[in-house]
């Protein structure tokens, strides 16, 4: 399993897509914003905590297409399918190629992003929080999706349909966070709430997943 997430990661890095692509579309989102609702400080700080998450939710539907698609194209899904070990794992470790790769450098980039936005000061450790708690359900989400359009030719456009209603409840609890946080309210309820979806996601999706390549595969 160890031995499949290293391999991912080395595959994202080399084909790209992933890291870089993802920080890009978040840092053009982060500086367009200013541009197209104006500089005005007071208004940026009240829309800062959504534009954030709705830019990291964007950046990480842009590599979703790509998590199986490799393997497929290639033969090794195939092979991982008959492999000893459970297709589950297999699933769960290609979520977490995807995280690394994508969720985490755009939760440490966050913080940056939000000077560009004027979040409130106090508002950064809860955003950090908030991405560190939520990507991981956005990850899973979206490999879940990756298994149902496996094997579709420009399935991208389907994928992003399938999954998109899926990250609204990250988007709101995730972003809520932030708002509560930076105007020193109670957060408790909403980062209990995000991290019980993240936790759900890992718990059941995988073997949704696994169910739906085996479906795909036959």
Known sequence: MIALLIRDLVLAVRAGGGFGLGLAF???????????????????QA???GILWV?????CLLSL??????DFEDGS????ATAPVPLEGVVVMKAAAHWVTTGLPLTL???VLGLLLNLEASGYGWLVLSLSLGTPALSMIGTFG??????LKRGGLLLSLLVLPLYVPTLIFGAEVVRRGADGLATSAAALMLAGITLATIALLPFAAAAALRVNLR
């Open 26 to 44: 978040f840092l053009i989102l982060t500086v367009l914003v200013p541009f197209g609702v104006g500089p005005e400080g007071s208004l940026l």
């Open 47 to 49: 829309i800062a905590p």
């Open 65 to 70: 297409d790509r998590i199986f698609a490799l």
């Open 146 to 151: 990756a298994a149902l359009t496996v094997g």
């Open 77 to 80: 899904l195939d092979l991982l």
């Open 55 to 59: 830019g990291a939710l964007l950046a």
């Open 109 to 111: 980039a966050a913080p």
